[in-house]
């Protein structure tokens, strides 16, 4: 996730007598020593003393910030970058911001890590840290990467819980985690979340909720309902689908066939039996749950109903289908690079390597290091 050894980057000095940050910066101290970020081409424990740039100074405070929180220097290290340049933290939520809109995913960490080292009491940079690794951990398993998705899902899990459990209330942190929990087929703490978002907001006037904030109102409601009338908050269903994502599908689907005897009309529990089917490689059965679920309210709205059914009618060999299928997940996610190869492999199975390559393709314009694409197209060049 992290880079192994950031810190190798980082040299330890005690700057020269009368060496300024800025007009305005703060006398240093002379028995601390500062963190300067090494230029390319330095060599191991050697600095050009003549060629310093406050530039390196600011930039090894805020690679300390961001990668060696038990330093001992660190609230000296803060007050210094603070007064150098008053309006860091505005330069750099802004640059997180832009390099996560950009996907420089790497980059975009190592700023808002150094962020919040430089603030760690400030709770809109906590949310924000939430936020970030909730959409990379999305990232992730959009490319199948599933590992390192579930390992930025915690990170934001810590991050929510974080800003949620402060005594000064933000309602977007509820709003945001409820998402976050519902993503994660956790129904009764997303309910849990929404509920205090619609709590915080109850004595709001309409001129201060705004558009946006009607809107959010309204959609914790709707969310809240369905969740109540499909009983999704049901335990059985919750273990169900944590057995299932864990790898124990045999367990899950015992849990989960005993919750649909008790709600048969609830997408949801027909796409995830067809999940955990599928996942044992039966497709036949699998295929007959995500059609129930298609069936059922709201379950012809996901696009993943119609991808997870597409792939069992390729498995079971009935390529027209699937590919009706693809084409209504693609019409509910146009961008979707899971769906996208999916129509690649089905090109892959007629036999139409020209019209496979050409998808596989379309996803790397999407996202270039989306590695199943990349790897497709390798194993159609060596095969050329």
């Known amino acids: 996730m992290n880079p192994s050894t950031p810190l190798d980057s980082v040299y330890f000095i005690t700057l020269p007598e009368g060496f300024k940050l800025s007009p305005h910066a703060l006398q240093l101290s002379p028995d601390i020593p500062l963190p300067i970020q090494k230029k390319d081409g330095d060599e191991s424990g050697t600095i050009d003393m003549q060629e310093l740039t406050p530039e390196q100074v600011l930039s090894g405070i805020l690679t300390v910030l961001a990668y060696d929180r038990q330093n001992e220097h660190l609230d000296y290290y803060r007050k210094i970058l603070s007064e150098a340049r ?4 505005t330069e750099l939520a802004e640059a997180a911001i832009l390099k996560t809109r950009n996907e420089d995913w790497d980059l975009a960490e190592e700023i808002w890590m150094a962020l919040h080292g430089l603030d760690p009491k400030d709770k809109a940079i906590i949310l924000n840290m939430a936020l970030f690794y909730d959409q990379r951990a999305d990232n992730y398993r ?3 990467l599933y590992d390192d998705a579930d390992a930025y899902d915690s990170s934001a899990e810590e991050y929510y819980k974080d800003v949620m459990e402060d005594d000064e209330d933000i309602p ?11 993503k994660k087929h956790n129904f009764s703490e997303s309910k849990a979340c929404f509920d205090s978002y619609l709590a915080l907001m109850s004595d709001a006037e309409e001129e201060e909720l705004g558009e946006n904030g009607e809107y959010k109102i ?12 499909r009983n999704l908050e049901n335990e059985r269903f919750h273990k169900a689908y944590e057995h299932i994502s864990t790898g124990r599908e045999a367990e899950g689907l015992v849990e989960v066939r005993r919750f649909i005897q008790d709600n048969p009309a609830v997408w949801n529990a027909w796409f995830l039996l067809g999940w955990g089917l599928r996942r044992l490689g039966q497709f036949s059965e699998a295929k007959m749950a995500f059609e129930k ?24 060999g009935d390529l027209d289908g699937a590919q009706e299928s693809l084409v209504d997940a693609l019409n509910l996610d146009p961008d979707s690079t ?3 190869s999916n129509l690649g492999f089905l090109s892959l199975k007629r036999g139409n390597e020209e019209e496979a390559r050409k998808y596989f393709m379309t996803v790397l314009e999407i996202d270039p290091k989306d590695p199943v694409a990349a790897a497709e197209l390798e194993k159609l060049e060596r095969e050329a």
Request: hydrophobic share 35%; charged share 35%.
């Open 86 to 89: 008053p309006g860091i933290k």
């Open 142 to 144: 959009k490319n199948a």
């Open 172 to 182: 977007d942190a509820f709003f945001n985690a409820g998402f976050f929990y519902l």
């Open 218 to 229: 309204k959609r914790a409601q709707e969310i809240l309902e369905k969740i109540k009338n």
């Open 293 to 316: 679920a298609r069936e059922c309210e709201g379950g012809d709205e996901s696009a993943d109903t119609y991808n997870e059914l597409a792939i069992c009618r390729m498995e079971t």
């Open 338 to 340: 899971k769906i996208i």
